[in-house]
C-alpha cells in the first residue's frame, strides 16, 4: 500500500538504448569492459569497490602487516587514507563508475551527445581518461596490463585478491569470473581437479583460445592432474 499518488507506473524499456558508441570501453580505467561485450567482473570489483567490503578487508591487512605509521603510509596515501575514513563516515564510494558517467544512453542524456560528439568526448569522457589518480588492481592482471599500456599517468596500486573463496564450490564457480582472458593469450589446456578431505570433489576446467570452461567430473584427457585435500587448497 502506498500513501502517496502515482503519476505513472515505470514499465521495463521494450528497446535497447545502448548506441555502440564504446565510450564505456575507453572511460574504464581498468579495461573491464571489452569492445565485444565482455564483462571482467574481478577487474571491475578489484578497482570500483575498493572502499566496499572486499577492498576494506584488504585495507585492514594493510595496517596489521605494518610494523609502524611509516611502513602503514608506503603501503596506503594520506588521500587513500582520507577516501576511506570519508567512506566509513558517509556510505562507500565507487572508485570510477565511469563507464556510467559518460554513457550516452537515455532520452533524458543522449542530446549533448548527438549535438556535439568531439565537445561530448573533450568534456565529459577526456577529463576521466586524464585522471592522475590510483588505480587498484591484482598483479599480474588483465586490469594491470591495460592501466599500463593505455593511463600510464595513472598510478597503479597491486592489491590482493578479495575474492576469496570459502568452499571448492566456490572456487569453481569463481574461474569464470576472475579469469584473466588476455593473460590466457595462446594456452590450450584442460585440468582434472579432485579435491579430497572435507569436500570430495572432481571437475574438469578447459581454457582455450582466451575462455574458460568448468565442469563436474573429468572430462576428456587431462593435460594437467591436481589432486589436492580441499581444506588446503583453498588455504593455499
Ligand atoms: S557508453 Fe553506453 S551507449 Fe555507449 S556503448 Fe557503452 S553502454 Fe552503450
Known amino acids: 500500500m502506498l500513501d502517496a499518488e502515482l ?30 561485450g565482455h564483462f571482467d567482473f574481478s577487474s571491475c570489483y578489484t578497482h570500483n569497490y575498493r572502499e566496499f567490503m572486499g577492498g576494506f578487508t584488504n585495507w585492514v ?3 596489521a602487516d605494518s610494523k609502524n605509521a611509516h611502513e602503514y603510509r608506503s ?50 569522457v577526456k577529463p576521466l581518461q586524464d585522471k592522475e589518480e590510483a588505480i587498484y ?21 597491486r592489491v590482493s585478491k ?5 568452499n571448492i564450490a566456490g572456487f569453481l564457480s569463481g574461474l569464470p569470473i576472475t579469469f584473466q582472458r588476455h593473460r590466457s593469450e595462446g594456452l590450450a589446456a584442460t585440468y582434472h581437479f579432485t579435491f579430497t578431505g ?7 576446467v578447459t581454457i582455450r583460445e582466451k575462455s574458460i570452461e568448468v565442469k563436474d567430473g573429468h572430462i576428456g584427457k587431462a593435460d594437467l592432474r591436481v589432486v589436492a585435500d580441499s581444506r588446503t587448497w583453498l588455504a593455499f
Not at 507506473?9 to 581498468?30: F, G, H
Open 7 to 36: 503519476s505513472g507506473y515505470n514499465r521495463p524499456l521494450d528497446y535497447n538504448p545502448c548506441v555502440e558508441c564504446k565510450l564505456c570501453v575507453s572511460a574504464c580505467p581498468v579495461g573491464a569492459i571489452g569492445a565485444d
Open 61 to 63: 591487512e594493510n595496517i
Open 75 to 124: 603501503k596506503v596515501s594520506d588521500s587513500e587514507s582520507a577516501s576511506m575514513w570519508q567512506s566509513l563516515s558517509f556510505g562507500a564510494n565507487y572508485k570510477a563508475a565511469y563507464c556510467m558517467a559518460v554513457c550516452p544512453a537515455g532520452e533524458d542524456v543522449i542530446s549533448p551527445f548527438l549535438k556535439d560528439r568531439k565537445g561530448y568526448l573533450q568534456d565529459v
Open 137 to 157: 588492481v591484482n598483479a599480474n592482471s588483465d586490469a594491470e596490463a591495460h592501466v599500463a599500456q593505455r593511463f600510464p599517468h595513472k598510478i597503479i596500486k
Open 162 to 166: 578479495s575474492v576469496r573463496p570459502r
Open 198 to 204: 572435507d569436500e570430495s570433489y572432481e571437475a574438469t
